[in-house]
């Protein structure tokens, strides 16, 4: 079982490109989240998703988009990445009401 | 003022101490979630629970609703038990996690 898989765990992107990160679970969970972590901060949601092809703003969604065309994949996307989106991304499934598995983390650079 | 508050935001200690960290929140909850995180690592789930309380080892934690108070333990702590601490709640309108800040932990040896 490999739970909650984020890719890539790193990337550093010059500023103005654009990437997608990638999260699958294979929990079945209905609730998949993105989250940044930056230095000092707790976690930010970004975006989340309470089912296939559902999605929702987080707290701080502004340069991203998200997608959920499967239930077990949720993908979050930088149109043009700017260096104020440096941070550590972390994704995240549960049930409704359960607790939350969460990826290893990708760390991003923007320079 | 934020929805879950952590205290204290970092902590010191002698292995084997006695550590507690605390959890107040200010929301109506169906759910209290502790997590740990290591440096540079990912995030891991340590409980979940919704009344009194929940032991897994030498952790323990355990939640006063009409409080709106919960409060994480560690017996015997050890150097391996450094890392952050991380309440979370599930608000009982929606199911968005709300995050504390989290405790950082260091248990020196």
């Known amino acids: 079982n490999a739970g909650v898989t984020q890719t890539p765990k790193f990337r550093v992107l010059k500023t103005g490109q654009s990437m997608t990160l990638l999260c699958a679970q294979d929990?079945?969970?209905?609730?998949m989240y993105w989250y940044r972590q930056d230095p000092g901060m707790g976690l930010r949601l970004i975006h989340y998703s309470v089912g296939e092809g559902t999605t929702a703003k987080g707290e701080v969604p502004d340069g991203y988009n998200v997608s959920r065309l499967k239930k077990q994949n949720f993908l979050l996307g930088l149109e043009s990445a700017a260096p104020s989106q440096t941070s550590v991304y972390f994704c995240a499934s549960s049930y409704k009401v359960s607790e939350a598995f969460f990826g290893q983390g990708t760390r991003l650079t923007v320079v | 003022k934020n929805e879950v508050e952590q205290s204290p935001q970092n902590l010191t200690a002698q292995e084997g101490e006695f550590i507690t960290i605390n959890c107040s929140y200010s929301v109506g909850i169906s759910a209290l979630h502790w997590l740990q995180q290591h440096p540079g690592g990912g995030i891991v789930s340590l409980f979940m629970l919704s009344s009194g309380k929940k032991k897994h080892g030498r952790l323990i934690a355990t939640i006063n609703i009409q409080e709106k108070h919960s409060s994480l333990h560690i017996t015997a702590s050890h150097p391996r038990d450094s890392a952050v601490y991380i309440c979370a709640v599930t608000p009982d309108s929606n199911y968005q996690l709300i995050w504390g800040a989290g405790t950082k932990l260091i248990i020196k040896p």
């Open positions: 929990m079945n969970h209905e609730y």
